[in-house]
């Protein structure tokens, strides 16, 4: 059996496969290092995956993903992980920070040091030809001070009900 290598439904099986290997070196790379250069590179290359499987879904489904996506609770999140992409490779901007339990409280509470999402506030200034507001409004909303791994997650719920949909 002969495998089309440009057929956007098999790269998108590439693609959700990397995504996935990506968000679990990224929980390994918390898991074992304080470093924030040892677990950025995972994360930075989880939001590549994403957004890289997001374009193609759209690509091949159009506007009906889209409305979908931005209609769904776990879909919603793909704007903001396409703002924090941009950011890290554009302007290299590290996105989270390791931080510990702090007040306000939200749940889910998680205890120790993890991951959380800077503030649109902490981050350098982005490059004023690619501005985002939309992106940025939703990094704000659904990310800042947030547990990376948390958008990790809502990401990838929404990449298996749509493709289970597609079927």
């Given at each position: ?84 992409r941009n950011r890290c ?79």
């Amino acid at each position: 059996m002969t495998v089309d290598l440009n057929d956007p439904e098999y790269t998108l099986v590439l693609a959700l496969e990397g995504f996935r290997q990506a968000a679990a070196r990224y929980q390994v790379a918390v898991d074992a290092s304080e470093d924030a250069a040892v677990v950025f590179t995972p994360l930075a290359e989880a939001l590549m995956w994403a957004i890289s499987i997001d374009e193609t879904f759209f690509k091949v489904d159009d506007q009906p993903y889209r409305d979908a996506r931005d209609g769904d609770a776990d879909g919603r999140y793909l704007q903001a992980l396409r703002y924090a992409r941009n950011r890290c490779t554009h302007q290299l901007a590290l996105v989270a920070e390791r931080k510990g339990l702090a007040p306000p409280f939200r749940p889910p509470i998680t205890l120790g040091l993890l991951f959380r999402w800077r503030p649109v506030s902490e981050l350098p200034p982005p490059d004023p030809r690619f501005r985002d507001p939309r992106g940025e409004t939703a990094y704000d909303e659904l990310l800042a001070k947030n547990p990376a791994d948390q958008a990790i997650v809502h990401a990838d719920a929404w990449f298996v009900r749509w493709s289970a949909q597609r079927i």
